[in-house]
C-alpha cells in the first residue's frame, strides 16, 4: 500500500485547507485510515481516523468541531477537511493506514504510512 498525501500549505489564522490522502495497492487490507501532525519540537499526535467497515470515526480534542475526516472509496481518497485553523494546527500531516484493531480506529496499528504535507497557520 502506497499513500499520498497532499494539500497543505500556508494560511492565515481561521481559514481553510483540506487535506488529500490518497491511497493505492493493495487497499483492501485497509481497515483504518488515520491522520496524524507532527508540530517542530513535539511528539506527534493523532488528528482524525476513520475506519472503513462502518465509517465511524473519531478525533482529537484538540480539533473537534474544526475538523473533519471522511473519504471516498470511489477515489481510494480519505479528506481532512480542516477549518478554523490556528497557529498551533501548524505541523507536518501525516496519513497512515492499518488493518488491525480492536474498536475505534484510533485504536488501529497503523502499517503503511504516506510521507507528510506541511501546513503553516500564520496568526
Known amino acids: 500500500v502506497q499513500l499520498q498525501a497532499s494539500g497543505g500549505g500556508l494560511v492565515q489564522a481561521g481559514g481553510s485547507l483540506r487535506l488529500s490522502c490518497a491511497a493505492s495497492?493493495?487497499?483492501?487490507?485497509?481497515?483504518?485510515t488515520n491522520w496524524y501532525r507532527q508540530a517542530p519540537g513535539k511528539e506527534r499526535e493523532g488528528v482524525s481516523c476513520?475506519?472503513?467497515?462502518?465509517?465511524?470515526?473519531a478525533s482529537a480534542d484538540s480539533v473537534k468541531g474544526r475538523f473533519t475526516i471522511s473519504r471516498d472509496n470511489a477515489k481510494n481518497t480519505v479528506w481532512l477537511q480542516m477549518m478554523n485553523l490556528k497557529p498551533e494546527d501548524t505541523a507536518v500531516y501525516y496519513c497512515?493506514?492499518?488493518?488491525?484493531?480492536?474498536?475505534?480506529?484510533?485504536?488501529?496499528?497503523?502499517?503503511?504510512w504516506g510521507k507528510g504535507t506541511l501546513v503553516t497557520v500564520s496568526s
Open positions: 476513520i475506519s472503513v467497515s462502518d465509517d465511524n470515526t
Open positions: 495497492g493493495s487497499i483492501f487490507s485497509i481497515n483504518a
Open positions: 497512515a493506514a492499518g488493518a488491525e484493531g480492536l474498536g475505534s480506529c484510533e485504536n488501529y496499528n497503523m502499517d503503511y
